[in-house]
């Protein structure tokens, strides 16, 4: 079953633009302080929802293609490590960050795990396009 990637395409493309309106220093730098704090802000949102439908079509991806018996219960780090193991990404160490970033968003926010959780997402990016390649080589 060939699955509709067309969602998380659109996801990563949307993080790849914020991140790339935070890296135009040009326009950065004509924005005062809140304005550059939404901007981030939006980066980390556009992170958040990235990661959700990242780490649900790996899943889902197990799931079609080795049998859902093999995916159910499963914690995280079992399922990125199933991932890893069918070359839809390359360090469950750091998918396992970008999990803990992801839930340090939702159970606290100051300004220090804003800082934090923006750099992991542009990090984040270059990982969420790899996935996205893999899940459409091996999309059949």
């Known amino acids: 079953?060939?699955?509709?990637?067309?969602?998380?395409?659109?996801?990563?493309?949307?993080?790849?633009?914020?991140?790339?309106?935070?890296?135009?220093?040009?326009?950065?730098?004509?924005?005062?302080?809140?304005?550059?704090?939404?901007?981030?802000?939006?980066?980390?949102?556009?992170?958040?929802?990235?990661?959700?439908?990242?780490?649900?079509?790996?899943?889902?991806?197990?799931?079609?293609?080795?049998?859902?018996?093999y995916v159910a219960g499963v914690s995280r780090r079992q399922l990125f490590r199933l991932g890893a193991e069918h070359r839809l990404l390359s360090d469950v160490d750091k998918w396992m960050e970008y999990h803990d970033a992801r839930n340090e968003t939702v159970h606290t926010y100051d300004e220090n795990t804003a800082k934090d959780v923006f750099e992991t997402a542009q990090k984040f990016l270059v990982d969420a396009q790899k996935l996205l390649q893999a899940l459409e080589a091996h999309n059949d």
């Open 1 to 69: 079953m060939k699955l509709d990637l067309s969602s998380l395409r659109k996801a990563v493309e949307s993080l790849e633009k914020t991140i790339r309106v935070v890296d135009d220093n040009t326009f950065m730098s004509r924005l005062n302080e809140d304005q550059k704090e939404a901007v981030r802000a939006g980066v980390i949102q556009t992170f958040e929802f990235t990661y959700e439908l990242c780490w649900k079509f790996m899943r889902r991806w197990l799931e079609v293609n080795l049998g859902s018996v």
